[in-house]
């Protein structure tokens, strides 16, 4: 089969490799009929995540069809229609059992490491792909969910709903803002309506991805490279600033944007992936009841956002910009990696 071969730093290449082949009873093979590409494939290829070594297929996000199934899988069968869920999950553990799926102690990839898929073990960006503990870690996809829609509930509207909007305990009538309208923060966006918020202003510094936002569910957007940036955002509060502040980027900046604008008692909710140490102004945040948190994706809520997918709740047909066949793959990446020119949000790597 041909897949997409991470070969160390700045190298990268679509070419053949073996098929996957079932190596425990819990495993199923799935070929890929549609994947995607996110900021973190981004950041191993920059050489980010060491972790990731030479020769591993990309790739976490996928929907396709069961090719194959192990000897100890009976839920799932050969032509079933599936997400692939970013995080692995053995089902059996402490943490699975607590629903801390991020942490999954089984050991496929590391024990104690969730995040597999690309990083660990090989992905997804590819014509099929192995998925270890499947019964656990795949989700049938309903009919008439089309593979565009149902591909974005690997990681990122998991990411956004659950290390945004939970961790944040977004509340009915609350002022939300999110840094950082990539998909991730767009995400966060639609579903900080699922819990009620009165407003969520968009701060991003690309005019494209502000404008974008709104489509998405953001009432107000924020330059924040404009002088009076903080001004407005406590404008549209009562002046003492948001009630939760999502930090969808992972530089240090942003987290300081956060710390500036969330009112006394608010939240500060993580969820960039960053590469460098953030200083945390402890000393003025103790004294205004700040509450920060931060975290991996757990994917425990993957079912529950497929239903509202389904019934059309969610605005994930804004999320796609531009498609591109699975032998396209290294266009794919090009137009990804150059999203402020070409305007992409998510693209869609589809088998046909
Ligand atoms: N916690 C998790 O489990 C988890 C899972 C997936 C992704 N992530 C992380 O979430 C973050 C966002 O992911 P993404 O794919 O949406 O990334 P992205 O790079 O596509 O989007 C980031 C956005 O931030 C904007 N931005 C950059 N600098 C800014 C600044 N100074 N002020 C305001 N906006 C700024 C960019 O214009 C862009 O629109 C990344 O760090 C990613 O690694 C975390
Ligand atoms: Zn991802
Ligand atoms: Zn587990």
Redesign the pocket.
Known sequence: MKALVYHGPGQKAWEEVPNPTIQAPTDVIIQVDTTTI???D??ILKGDVPAVTPGRILGHEAVGTITEVGDAVTTLAVGDRVIVS?IKSCGKCSFCKKGIY?HCLGDEGASGMG?VFGHLIDGTQAEYVRVPYAENSVYKVPAGVPDEHAVMLS??LP?GF??GVLYGQVKPGDVVAV?????????AIMTAKLQGAARVIA????DN?RAQAHKIGATHDVN??APDWKEQVLALTDGLGVDVAIE????P??FD?CVQIVRPGGNIA?????GAPVELPIQNLWIHNINIS????NTNTLAMLLNLVTEKKLPVDQLVTHRFTLDQMMDAYDTFSR??ETKA?KVAITRD
Request: glycine share 14%; hydrophobic share 50%; net charge negative.
């Open positions: 996110c900021g973190s981004l950041h970013c991020s995040w990681d990122i990411t659950e290390i840094i950082g309208a990539g998909p991730v923060g767009s995400a701060i991003d510094l690309d991805r924040p490279a969808a980027v992972g530089i900046a942003t944007t993580n969820v960039g992936v960053h931060m975290g991996l994706v999203a402020a949000i």
